[in-house]
């Protein structure tokens, strides 16, 4: 696989042309911001590690049905994509009321919700990333009503298959945030990354975060934080108690 021309470099990423046209790398950077890019800053060897959760986690999804753009992990930084054309809508799912849903609506850090919650957010860094109705996203021509649905049914299965993934790990998964693009036919893939980047992880015993908050609210301990999922991601499930009693 041959790397092409540097097509687009984010905060967090940089996605490479390849010699097969349906096909892109994406590199993983130590770079991190938060708040819109207010706060920058290097969390060290995040790239590595968020590149091998990405890589886990997608083919424990694809196992279980959940159409992505994964292809396989070639480097300690670099992933093999199917090339789609992202939607620009950011998802996110809620479980535990935290970061901007709170600040909106008043409710404490911590509580749980009824029903897990999606939510979507225009994918514009002019615009500060604004949350948007199903109205708007109609208005703005973002994606079809069928698309929105197919949106969510998606980001509650994943909700659901990786609520059992970090519990079997000691891990709550309080929220997260998806991506998806289309295929030239028109599929939906799930794109992007999934790791402490966009997905609040707090521990099941300690509540300690396990997360980029340490980096937002300067808690200390980042590296660590990050190098723990990893740990938790790449060792085996815990046992159930009926498992246990076998």
Known sequence: MQRGEKLYEG?????????????LLIEFKDEAT???????????????RNAAITAVIYRYLQDHGIPTHFLAQVSDTVLLVRKVKIIPLEVVVRNIAAGSFCRRLGWPEGQTLFNPLVEFFYKDDRLG???????????????????????KTLALQVNQLLQRFWSERGIVLVDFKLEFGQTPTGEILLADEISPDTCRLWDASTGDKLDKDRFR???GRVEEAYAEILRRVTSSPAATPAERGK
Do not use: C, N, S
């Not at 905060?11 to 096909?23: G, H």
């Not at 938060?34 to 590595?48: L, N, S």
């Open 217 to 219: 609210q300067d808690l």
């Open 11 to 23: 905060k967090a990423k940089v996605v490479y042309a390849t010699d097969q046209p349906d096909q």
């Open 129 to 151: 990333d604004p949350l948007l109705t199903e109205d708007h996203i109609q208005l703005l021509r973002l994606a079809t009503p069928e698309q929105v649905e197919r949106l």
């Open 34 to 48: 938060a708040f819109d890019g207010k706060k920058r800053g290097t969390i060290a060897q995040k790239g590595v």
